[in-house]
């Protein structure tokens, strides 16, 4: 199996500043990468897709880089709304495999 | 839009069989995506079980392929997990979700699962 790797389980910034979240992948899997954010109470949402592409409603705040192994989820300029969960998924083999979650905490 | 909403029992005693459902509302289940079922255990680590497709073709994580089993329902546009011999460790909050391209678009709210004599 392809094992994800978020390496911060826990991030607390301030709104107006940029946080970064990053996920390793253990062998590369192109740019098969999506990230979902979970906020408390509601379902997940998927943002970015394809290691880049912004889903359909995510706001242009959020961006993604990254192919091969190493991918990052960017925030620019937080809002309070963006706490919550963060998780990376690989979809380039089965079985589809979750990072481990990276909580992103407003200060 | 596609709404997908997990029942089924809270509570499961060991040794016994974990089954629930996914009613989805707003999209036909064959017309298309693979529909899944994830779930993510205390401390947040999060598994992908397997899926039927719109097809009704399965797919499961090698993990659990001895245990599970995800059919349809397609005239209540529903489709069902069921996970047998469940343990302690098969406590969870269980998601139902709908892929395109194995990509997870919609998700239903979660339902926590504890197995617990």
């Known amino acids: 199996d392809v094992q994800m790797t978020q390496s911060l389980s826990y991030l607390a910034a301030s709104p107006g500043e940029s946080v970064s979240i990053s996920c390793k992948a253990s062998k590369s899997i192109s740019n098969y990468l999506a990230w979902y954010q979970q906020k408390p109470g509601e379902a997940y949402k998927l943002l970015i897709y394809s290691g880049s592409t912004l889903q359909s409603g995510t706001p242009s705040r959020f961006s993604g880089s990254g192919s091969g192994t190493d991918f990052t989820l960017t925030i620019r300029s937080l809002e309070p709304e963006d706490f919550g969960l963060y998780y990376c998924q690989q979809y380039y083999e089965k079985p589809l495999t979750f990072g481990s979650g990276t909580k992103l905490e407003i200060k | 839009e596609i709404q997908l909403q997990e029942s089924g029992p809270g509570l499961v005693k060991p040794s016994q069989s974990l089954s629930l459902t996914c009613s989805v509302t707003?999209?036909?289940?064959?017309?298309?995506?693979?529909w899944s079922w994830i779930r993510k255990f205390p401390g947040n680590k999060m598994e992908w079980m397997g899926y039927i497709s719109y097809s009704g073709s399965t797919n499961y994580n090698p993990s659990l392929k001895s245990r599970i089993s995800i059919t349809r329902d397609t005239s209540k546009n529903q489709f069902f997990l069921q996970l047998n011999s469940v343990t302690t460790e098969d406590t969870a909050t269980y998601y139902c979700?709908?892929?395109?391209?194995?990509?997870?678009?919609?998700w239903g709210q979660g339902t926590l699962v504890t197995v617990s004599s």
């Open positions: 707003g999209y036909t289940i064959t017309s298309g995506y693979d």
């Open positions: 979700a709908s892929a395109l391209g194995a990509r997870f678009a919609y």
